[in-house]
C-alpha cells in the first residue's frame, strides 16, 4: 500500500481533504478509527446537536407560539426515544454519505489507529489488535479533538457527561447543571430547556458566548432567560459528585469564598475541547505540540517534518468545521503546487440556539484595543414586518464599519435563521465591501436579510429606514 498522500482522521477536515486530493490526481488514503466515517462533526458534535435542536425548537414552538398563531393542539407530548431515533437516522445517513464520497473518489478507507512509525510509513491498529503498515509520500493530521473534563467533576459518562453522552439521553432530566456558556453548552442546554428541563448554567466569565461581541451576550442571555434557563455568572465548578442516580455540583462564587451545591440529574461538561494526538507517534517523527497539546504549523500548515501537514481541531484556532473543511482543501492545493488562501477573519462563528447567533470579522471591544475608528450601525428585529410576521422578534444586526473608509470590518447578529444570513455579510467582507455598498444591495421583501440592510443603512449615516 503506497500513496500520494495519507490522511489520519475522517472529520471534515480530513474527508474534504481527501476528495481534493483525489481531484487533484493525489492517490490518496484515509484513515479512520471508528466504524463510521465524519469524526466528531457528522457523529457527536454538529448534525446530532442539529438534529435535536431542531425537534426540540418545534416542541417548543408548539407549545408556546402555536396558540397565539391559532392552532390549538391536545395532549402535546415529546417522544425522546423518536427523537432520538431521528437523530440517528440523519446521522446514519450522513455518515453513509462520507463513504460513498470516499468511493465515488477512489479514496481507501482503512478503519483502525492510525500512528506514525516514521515520515513515510504510517501503522494502523484495527480493533482485533492486527496491524497494517501504509507507505506515504505525505500526511495530514487531521485527528480533531475530545472534550476537555477535570479529574475533580468525575466524569463518569452516566451522570457526569459531555455532549457526546448528552446527544443520547432518551428520557427528558428534570433537572441538568451545564458547566460552561459557550456553544456547546449553551445549544445542549437549550434543547433540554424546551423540553422542559430546569437547566442552570454555571460560567467563569462575567457573560456567556464570552468570545463574541458583548452586545450578542446580552441579547441571547436575554432570550434564553426566556427559554427558561438560568445563569451563575462568575462562578466556578469547583468538584461534581454523582451516584446512580444524581449529581451534586459544588459551585463557588469568583473571587469570594461563597459556595453552594446544585443537585440535579445530569452534570453537562462544557468547558472546552482539547486537541486530540494520543498514540498519533508524533515523537516517533519528531513533531511538537504547543502548551496547549495542539500540532504546531507553519503558514503553509505544515509541520516541522517536511510532507507532514496538520488541520483543524488539532491545530490553533477556532475549533469549527468549516474552518477544517477549508484547510482540508487549503492543505491538499498547496501539495500540488497551487497557492491557496485562507482568511482567517472571515470564519463565521454561528451558535444555533433560538435565536441564533452568528457572527464575522472583529467584535467592538477587538477594534476598540486596535485603535481602529469605526461606527456601529444596529437594527432590531422587531422592528421587522417578517420578524412580526412568525413572531421571531428578539435579536439585532449590528454593523461594524470603519470610520473613514466605510469597509464592514465586523458583523453581529442574534435572531431568527441568523446562521443562514452571515453568508452574505462573510461575501461582502471577502470583496471588501463598504456598509454603504451592502445598503444600497436590493434585499427582497419581507425577509429577515432586510435587518442586515437596515444596518449597514444605519452605520454608513445613520440613515435606517424603517426604526
Ligand atoms: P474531528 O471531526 O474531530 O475528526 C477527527 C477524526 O479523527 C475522528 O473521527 C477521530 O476518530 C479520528 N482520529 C483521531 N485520531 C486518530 C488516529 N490516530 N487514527 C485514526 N483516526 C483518528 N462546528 C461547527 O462548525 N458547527 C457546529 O454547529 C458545531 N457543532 C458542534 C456540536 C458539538 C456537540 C461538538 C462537540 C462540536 C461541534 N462543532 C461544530 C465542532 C466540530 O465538530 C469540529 O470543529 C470539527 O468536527 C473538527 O473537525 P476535524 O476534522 O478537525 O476533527
Known sequence: ????????????????????????????????????????????????SKALLDSSEHYHNAAEKFTA???????????????????DEVVEQTCNGIAFLMKKNKIDVHHGHGSFKDKNTIIVTKDDGTTEEIST?????????????????????????TSTEALNIDKIPKRMVVIGGGVIGLELGSVFARLGTEVEVVEYADRIIATMDKDCSKELMRSL????????????VTEVKATSRSVTVNV???????????KADYCLVAIGRRAYTDKLGLENVGIATDDRGRVEVNAHLETAVPGI????????????????EEEGTF??????????????????????????VAAVGK??????????????????????????????????????????????????????????????AVALMEFRASAEDASRMSHAHPTYTEAFKEAALAATADRALHI
Not at 398563531?69 to 437523530?87: E, N, S, Y
Not at 495530514?140 to 452516566?158: E, L, M, Q, R, W
Request: with cysteine; glycine share 10%; net charge positive.
Open 1 to 48: 500500500m503506497k500513496y500520494d498522500l495519507t490522511i489520519i482522521g475522517s472529520g471534515p477536515g480530513g474527508y474534504v481533504a481527501a476528495i481534493r486530493a483525489s481531484q487533484l490526481g493525489l492517490k490518496t488514503a484515509i484513515i479512520e478509527r471508528y466504524a463510521t466515517l465524519g469524526g466528531t462533526c457528522l457523529n457527536v458534535g454538529c448534525i446530532p
Open 69 to 87: 398563531h391559532g392552532i390549538q393542539l391536545k395532549d402535546l407530548k415529546v417522544d425522546m426515544p423518536q427523537m432520538i431515533k431521528r437523530k
Open 137 to 161: 509520500d505525505k500526511t495530514i493530521i487531521a485527528t480533531g479533538s475530545k472534550p476537555i473534563v477535570p479529574a475533580a467533576f468525575n466524569y463518569d459518562k452516566k451522570r457526569v457527561i
Open 225 to 236: 432567560k426566556k427559554t427558561g434557563l438560568k445563569f451563575h455568572l462568575k462562578h466556578a
Open 252 to 262: 463557588q462564587k469568583r473571587d469570594s469564598e461563597e459556595t453552594f451545591e446544585i
Open 309 to 324: 501537514y496538520a488541520i483543524g481541531d488539532v491545530i490553533k484556532g477556532a475549533m469549527l468545521a468549516h474552518k477544517a
Open 331 to 356: 492543505v491538499a492545493e498547496t501539495i500540488v503546487g497551487q497557492k491557496p488562501h485562507i482568511d482567517y477573519n472571515l470564519i463565521p462563528g454561528v451558535v444555533y440556539t433560538w435565536p441564533e
Open 363 to 424: 467584535t467592538e471591544d477587538e477594534l476598540k484595543e486596535a485603535g481602529i475608528p469605526f461606527k456601529a450601525g444596529k437594527f432590531p428585529f422587531k422592528a421587522l414586518g417578517r420578524a412580526r410576521a412568525s413572531m421571531d422578534t428578539e435579536g439585532m444586526v449590528k454593523v461594524l464599519a470603519h470610520q473613514e473608509t466605510d469597509e464592514i470590518l465586523g458583523v453581529h447578529m442574534v435572531g431568527p435563521r441568523t446562521a443562514d444570513m452571515i453568508a452574505e
